[in-house]
């Protein structure tokens, strides 16, 4: 059984979130990643009304959509990040506050902390966001960097991130960092030094988007590979690269959407990314959590590309295989059938030659070759809960993946 599809909401929060839900549940998602802004799943309401989740809950289910996580990456980016302007178009208001840079990042935190106990009061397990950093204004090492300061600024992100994974830890949440460039975590040095970092808490893991790795060729795959037990969920978003000599990776300080930049993001499957190279890896790792279509494309109407969007996962998403495929054509397999013994196989574990108890016919079937066998196909099922990192089990086809999340009506339901 194929992973969940579902869409993050961040970029429809024009929307009300009753008439999103409509939409996605038309179109065939299984779900929502609900964003922390617009309507779409309100911190603050949570704690001070308890039917507020519940309300939400039954809106979802009313559309047959189930929610694995929510998004929190706005209010994130401020808890670690050198304040500016930018921050307050980004931030609510009580967070921003007056703007004193050290009483945004303090709110900021407080707010990351009241997200994991709505996201526990919903019945969500994973919160995905961005962490901000206190080192990535150092990118480019000039003027020379102090090296020191940056080990410094590792240290700072910890300071400030482990009493909100505290909370994380109490409520039985997760958060889920999206490495990309800004954050204190983008590629495969800084993922590796930012857990360390941390203290590899188990509350801290990673929200795997490979649009990110695209334009900074980095193999995505491998990413996934190494950092198996931190993948606690998957963004499903696409990247195409267009550098052209006079381009370049940096972006030129231009808008997406410009034809002039070196890179863009595009709908999923009309990129660079390899996503089924990342499908198999996520298979190989046991992965099977949603795949939360994170919809940009600046070059698309959003509404049929959602559409194009999710058809190309569900085209390309597959289930591991849950036999080899070459098991059919071991002698041992098919000798068996025929009611013989199996080949005695000597130390270094070659075939032994076994002395035959009677000479067969040349036309005897077992001259020409194995008779046809008839196999059991087994399917490997997918839990709905983000990933354990332990191998999918082999189950019943007709098995539905389990519900560790808010609601789960079937499609067509009420």
């Known amino acids: 059984m194929a992973r969940p599809v579902t869409l993050f909401t961040g970029q429809w929060a024009d929307l009300p979130i009753a008439d999103l839900a409509a939409k996605l549940s038309a179109w065939g998602f299984d779900g929502v990643e609900l964003a922390c802004w617009g309507d779409h799943f309100e911190v603050d309401r949570p704690l001070a009304d308890p039917g507020y989740v519940k309300a939400r809950g039954a809106l979802l289910e009313r559309h047959g959509l189930g929610c694995w996580a929510i998004g929190a990456h706005l209010v994130g980016q401020a808890v670690a990040d050198p304040i500016d302007a930018r921050h307050q178009a980004i ?82 949440v997760r958060f889920g960092l999206e490495v990309h460039p800004t954050e204190i975590a983008y590629d495969f040095v800084t993922t590796r030094k930012a857990l360390e970092a941390i203290g590899r808490r188990p509350g801290f893991g990673i929200n795997l988007d490979p649009s990110h790795f695209a334009h900074q060729f980095l193999d995505t795959a491998a990413f996934a590979i190494e950092f198996a037990d931190r993948i606690y969920h998957v963004h499903v978003k696409d990247s195409r690269r267009s550098l052209d000599g006079r381009s370049s990776i940096l972006g030129g300080h231009l808008d ?47 509404e049929w590309g959602a559409q194009d969007a999710l058809a ?12 080899a495929f070459d098991a059919a054509m071991q002698r041992e397999t098919w000798s068996a059938s025929l009611g013989l013994p199996p080949r005695r196989r000597g130390v270094t574990g070659a075939p032994c030659a076994e002395p035959s108890p009677e000479a067969r016919p040349l036309d005897d079937p077992l001259v020409f070759g194995a008779l046809p066998l008839h196999g059991r196909h087994r399917e490997a099922t997918h839990t709905s809960r983000l990933s354990s990192g332990e191998p999918l089990p082999a189950s019943n086809p007709s098995s539905a993946p389990s519900t560790s999340r808010t609601t789960a009506a079937a499609p067509g339901g009420p």
Do not use: C
């Not at 190309?312 to 036999?323: E, N, Q």
């Open 91 to 172: 931030l609510p208001p009580e967070v921003w506050g007056d703007g004193d840079p050290e009483g945004v990042r303090a709110r900021a935190a407080e707010r990351m902390k009241d997200t994991a106990r709505a996201a526990a009061a919903l019945g969500v397990t994973v919160v995905n966001g961005f962490t901000g950093s206190p080192v990535w204004h150092m990118l480019y090492s000039f003027p020379p960097n102090d090296f020191e300061a940056i080990a410094r600024g590792y240290e700072e992100f910890a300071e400030r991130w482990g009493p909100i994974i505290d909370v994380f830890d109490e409520e039985g």
């Open 312 to 323: 190309f996962v569900r085209r390309t998403d597959f289930a591991p295989s849950a036999v």
């Open 256 to 302: 997406f959407g410009e034809p002039q930049r070196g890179w863009d993001f595009v709908s999923p499957g009309h990129g660079d990314v390899d996503v089924e190279a990342l499908f198999r890896a996520l298979n190989r790792i046991g992965y099977s959590g949603p795949l939360s279509i994170e919809w940009e494309d600046s070059g698309m109407d959003r």
